[in-house]
């Protein structure tokens, strides 16, 4: 199966550990159709909490449509992000602050789902430290997201303690993101 991948890539750094994650997993698979939607560089605008999405599926900025798009096509949603400050960076945080108008086609409109399709998700995440507490926090944040983005998070991947490169285990990394291709690839092959 070649699935089709709608990446959320928040790092500026594009040579960076994030970065370096995402192109190790992509190496795992033999054909692989990817969406990158770089946060940095598109730089949506944030939700101003207008309440257009209350009254009419959308939103009332039309920036947002290729993430829309994306995520209706895809049969596999990786977030690929550093941790700022125990969360996303905020041009990816926008992304997600976004979705909001998911949350009121559902709750206010009455759409029940709406992105169909349903998707694997995978998170990639890298910090400097030692303290995992950011990406738990990003995982919780995800799982609200999730919902309405008919998402179903598989499996998390963190590059941890990047500031201490001599101890940095690359071996590790590249082991948990085999670990995430495997699991993916059962994901898939038991759709229908």
Same mark, same amino acid.
């Given at each position: 199966?070649? %699935?089709?991948?709608?990446?959320?890539?928040? *790092?500026?750094?594009?040579?960076?550990?994030?970065?370096?994650?995402?192109?190790?997993?992509? *190496?795992?698979?033999?054909?692989?159709?990817?969406?990158?939607?770089?946060?940095?560089?598109?730089?949506?605008? %944030?939700?101003?909490?207008?309440?257009?999405?209350?009254?009419?599926? +959308?939103?009332i900025y039309n920036d947002f449509?290729?993430?829309?798009? +994306?995520?209706?096509?895809?049969?596999?949603?990786?977030?690929? *992000?550093?941790?700022y400050e125990l969360s996303f960076p905020s041009p990816l945080k926008a992304v997600f602050d976004r979705t909001q108008q998911y949350f009121e086609a559902k709750f206010s409109l009455g759409i029940q789902m709406p992105i169909q399709k349903h998707k694997a998700a995978l998170l990639f995440a890298s910090y400097g430290s030692t303290d995992s507490s950011g990406v738990e926090i990003m995982q919780k944040q995800l799982a609200l997201a999730f919902r309405v983005m008919n998402a179903e998070l598989l499996h998390t991947v963190v590059s941890a303690n990047t500031d201490n490169e001599r101890d940095f285990?690359?071996?590790l990394i590249y082991s948990e993101l085999d670990k995430a291709s495997q699991k993916l690839k059962q994901f898939l092959y038991a759709l229908p």
């Open positions: 199966m070649k %699935p089709n991948v709608f990446v959320l890539f928040g *790092s500026p750094r594009h040579n960076g550990y994030t970065a370096c994650m995402l192109k190790y997993f992509f *190496s795992c698979w033999d054909e692989i159709d990817a969406v990158v939607f770089d946060a940095y560089k598109e730089n949506i605008k %944030p939700c101003i909490h207008c309440g257009y999405c209350k009254k009419v599926r +959308g939103c449509i290729p993430v829309e798009k +994306g995520l209706n096509n895809a049969d596999v949603l990786i977030i690929a *992000s550093p941790v285990d690359k071996n």
